[in-house]
């Protein structure tokens, strides 16, 4: 995948039958977020907080539709209880988190979190796949679409700060 | 109107007082009404709501999806599902206690403003399944005027009997996302039994609205 590998993300989950984007506006999911606003193919919701996302995927799935979380690392926290519902009752779970906090953080409000992302996420039986470099979006999203949507699985696709760039504080 | 407190029933919600006078199930069950149609879903709260709609519409009626956790989440979910089904109602009913937790929720639905969604929030003023703490709603905060707030328009407050022919309505139909509060008394209804198992209870939904898999 080039550098044109947010717009190329988004036309892969389409294609994948996403249909409902649910989200808290972010900078590293820009492109993902104006394209899902701008396409009357698919419901784009606009969350007041993350937890809110983990249920409407789960109601998504009991209508038989397919939908995404794309937050923040720092909004996993905000998301953890809600992860009950979503391995209790096997619902598949894909997020796509922008990581902050991690490679290259200029802003020490965003290490706790950050840092604790993969952890508790895991803890709460998601599986992690990190994404560092432009060329594996593709491939590991694909993994993470089959994994959620066929296996049932609760997975979060880490996108690092390797891959989007640390924010400059400088 | 001014209406009476008093309490209902007794056993853990025995002298606990809120400032509605209606039977919490019984009410429920007139607002929903007629629940055998089969462009009808349901996603309950858990507990007392759970255990409202359940006897409304049958224990074992696949096209609702009880919660016996993850509270708050229950409004999210009517919603996932309602943007996924369009041409099925879906029904959302839920209590004070698990909609004050997560009320930025009717924010969400307003914006989407789904015409085929509507929630009935059953407000009795107190958390009924942790030893009827009273809630917010009981302390002024009124969930319709933020329904308003939020800027979903057909918000409606059922105080009385009078007040059910009109909110059904809205229920059950509307060209936009419904906010019904009905204000009860504090009662313990027995609770109704049914799997609490997460993946029977998705499997059994899924079939009663996509077919066998």
Same mark, same amino acid.
């Given at each position: ?19 409902? $984007? ?7 999911? %820009?492109?993902?977020? =104006? ?27 009991? &209508? ?87 296996? %049932?699985?609760? !997975? ?15 | ?6 309490? !209902? ?42 255990? =409202? ?15 016996? &956790? ?14 996924? %089904? ?46 009827? %703490? ?11 005027? !933020? ?31 419904? $906010? ?34």
């Amino acid at each position: 995948m080039a550098r044109d590998w947010p717009n190329e993300l988004y036309d892969q989950l389409k294609a994948g039958g996403v249909s409902q $984007f649910a989200y808290v506006p972010d900078a590293g999911h %820009q492109i993902l977020i =104006d394209r899902s606003l701008a396409d009357p193919d698919v419901h784009s919701v606009a969350l007041t907080t993350e937890e809110e996302g983990v249920a409407l995927l789960a109601g998504a799935h009991l &209508g038989g539709a397919k939908g995404v979380l794309l937050m923040q690392s720092s909004g996993v926290g905000n998301c953890i209880n809600f992860i009950s519902l979503m391995k209790g009752g096997n619902f598949p779970f894909l997020t796509l988190v922008s990581m902050r906090g991690d490679f290259g953080e200029g802003n020490s409000w965003q290490i706790p979190m950050g840092q604790a992302t993969k952890p508790v996420l895991e803890a709460m039986g998601v599986t992690c796949l990190a994404v560092e470099s432009a060329p594996d979006v593709a491939p590991v999203v694909e993994a993470a679409m089959t994994m959620a949507y066929q296996s %049932q699985m609760c !997975i979060a696709v880490l996108l690092t700060q390797r891959l989007i760039g640390a924010k400059s504080f400088a | 109107m001014a209406l009476k407190t008093k309490n !209902i029933g007794g056993g853990r919600s025995a002298g606990k007082q809120a400032s509605g006078h209606l039977e919490r199930r019984a009410a429920v069950i007139a607002l929903l009404g007629d629940t055998d149609d089969n462009d009808l879903l349901f996603v309950t709260g858990l507990a007392g709501s759970r255990s =409202d709609v359940l006897e409304a519409v049958g224990a074992d009626c696949k096209r609702v999806y009880p919660l016996s &956790g993850a509270m708050g989440a229950a409004t999210s979910m009517a919603l996932g599902l309602a943007l996924a %089904q369009p041409d099925k109602r879906v029904i959302c009913v839920t209590g004070d206690g698990e909609l004050l937790m997560n009320v930025g929720t009717l924010a969400t639905i307003s914006i989407l403003n789904p015409p085929n969604l509507a929630i009935l929030c059953v407000d009795n003023e107190h958390y009924g399944e942790t030893g009827f %703490q009273r809630s917010h709603t009981g302390l002024g905060v009124d969930l319709a005027r !933020i329904a308003e707030g939020c800027g979903i328009q057909a918000v409606r407050t059922v105080i009385d009997e009078a007040d059910f022919d009109e909110a059904g309505k809205l229920l059950r139909s509307g060209n936009g996302a419904g $906010f019904v509060l009905l204000k009860v008394g504090v009662s313990d209804p027995p609770g109704v039994a049914r799997n609490r198992d997460a993946v029977l209870n998705k499997a059994w939904f899924r079939e009663a609205v996509l077919g066998k898999a």
